[in-house]
């Protein structure tokens, strides 16, 4: 640090304080609660976890067994974990891409005057609000063998593309990533519908003037225009890709074949019906950490690109 | 915005969106007609017959206004104290709620699980409504504490001038004043917490007490395998959640959006 810079800040200082401000009340009795009930339980969970990630456990037995790092040694030769990991990421770039250009699409249809918008809209974001463990059934019964969606394959004249959807692996997973776009298109459309309306009209005004048409105010205004929202959701996308648990585990159970499996399904199987308490707080562990890197990571490019 | 002048560009327009809404509409389709196929209205009337249905709504409205109060509470308090009153290394307490934003619930199952079976909380309401509430809170504290930001530090001042405590200041400002940001934290919560299905699988065990999102599962033991029953419970467990939409469809659409807003 130069000696400029340290003469200049305690004057700066000192104008603040001069300015006559009031001393402001004391405010820790105030976030006390909050600290204590999110804070207090999760960071005790997440301690908790931490030591039982070092035992042999089966959750109940009261002799649990020290085994230092073993289940994290163990966790890197677990086919199966590397799977999982494979599952989410592929799922998160692919619904990503997917709900950004169907969100996408659905925000600039809706800015075009559309008849009966409102309807369009209302369908999309129903599904937003809906349960998935309540839907699940729903989507078990229309990818069955015989269910609604090869029913109406076979009715179009496809009967050829019918198939198991959930019961065979190679689709197993896109199913998955179908029900999770489905559930949440209405969220990204929602953000760049409302995004949308805040660019600059004389912008848009001047471009058309200089003859640029649709698509060209699109790709050259309008998106450079929505980074903060795809940043946002692209945030959202991979801390939801982490979470994901209800849908694999209600349609699918992590199969076939291990086929859906992801890290919640995984760290849950572990943990409640297999009784591997261990292993699973060792894979919680490791799945908190990429959740926390991926957000540092994330929320770094954002403000590299909003600085730029 | 975009301008399309043409009539058959219209027309495109509206065939284009209407190709792009079936595959969103399909399953709801595939539900209502799955849930009256067979014996039709029977369907409905079979599930709403099977002793304690009922129960299911209660106790997920039990756990959802419990969640919400409690979240409501400590976030404005929290928010409040961040935004506009004195607290030595604000930032870190704040970066260590943040820090809990990421935090998948599948990582709690193991130690909520030990602790509340020591405590006696296992298979009680609260073992549902205090990892729930602790998971909205940091978000809610973020969005609201940009709020009250927002407000002017004179408003509170001036208050202080005229011999208002911090509690005053609180229940005559804070509280009328943040109504909007109260109103998406509210329907964030109320939906996170009604649609949460793992904590009430790990943690609920008594029918007595399971909430909603355990109804197919309960519906598959009822029924054994009539899909017609279990795709009309869906629809019945599913009507609040879209009469609730429908009647507040800004209030979702805002609050359920809000999520991804900084």
Known sequence: ?????????????????GSGRM?????????????????????????????????????????????????????????????????????????????????????????????????????????????????????????????????????????????????????????????????????TFVLYYAAMTQVDPSVLEAARMDGAGNMRTLVSIIWPDLRGTTVALAMLGAIGALKT???????????????????????????????????????????????????LVLQLAGRERAGR | MFEIRTRTGKVLLQIGATVLIIPYLFPLVVMIKGAFAG???????????????????????????AVIVLVYVVTMMAAFGFAKLHIRFREVYFWLLLACLTLPEVVLLAPLFATDSRLGLYDTYWAVILPLAALQVPFAVLLTRNFINGLPDELFEAARVDGANSYRGFVHLVIPLTRPIAAAVLIFTLVASWNDYLFPLVFLQSP??????????????????????ILAAAVITAIPEIVAYLSLQRLFERGLSAGAIK
């Open chain 1, 245 to 295: 648990f209800d849908v694999p585990y209600l349609v699918t159970i992590g199969g076939p074949n291990y086929a859906t499996e992801f890290l919640g399904t995984y760290i849950y199987r572990m943990t409640i019906p297999l009784s591997h308490v261990g292993y699973g707080a060792a894979l919680s562990i490791i799945l908190l950490v990429v959740a926390l890197l991926m957000a």
């Open chain 1, 1 to 17: 640090m130069t000696a400029t810079t340290t003469r200049v800040r305690p004057e700066r200082k000192a104008v603040v304080q």
């Open chain 1, 23 to 187: 001393k402001k009340p004391p405010g820790l009795p105030w976030i006390l609660p909050a600290l204590v009930l999110s804070v207090g339980l999760i960071y005790y969970g997440i301690g908790y976890t931490g030591y039982i990630s070092t035992l042999n456990w089966d959750g109940l037995s009261p002799g649990a067994e020290h085994v230092g790092a073993h289940n994290y040694t163990r966790i890197f030769h677990d086919p199966v974990f590397w799977d999982a990991v494979r599952h989410t990421l592929v799922f998160f770039v692919v619904t990503f891409v997917i709900q950004t250009i169907l969100g996408l699409a659905f925000a600039v249809i809706l800015h075009a005057k559309l008849r009966l918008a409102a309807i369009y809209k209302v369908i999309v974001f129903v599904p937003v609000v809906l349960a998935p463990a309540i839907m699940a059934p729903v989507f078990r019964h229309m990818f069955a063998p015989d269910g609604e969606l090869n029913a109406v394959l076979r009715h179009v004249g496809l009967g050829g593309l019918a198939q198991p959807w959930i019961g065979q692996t190679s689709t197993a997973l896109p199913v998955i990533m179908f029900i999770t776009i489905w559930e949440w298109t209405g969220v």
């Open chain 2, 208 to 229: 007595e007490l399971q909430t909603i999102t355990l109804v197919p599962q309960f519906f598959v033991g009822e029924f054994s395998n009539d899909q017609t029953k």
């Open chain 2, 39 to 65: 014996e039709g209205v029977g369907n409905f009337e079979a599930v709403l017959r099977v002793p304690g249905f009922g129960r299911f709504f209660v106790n997920s409205v039990v756990v959802a206004g």
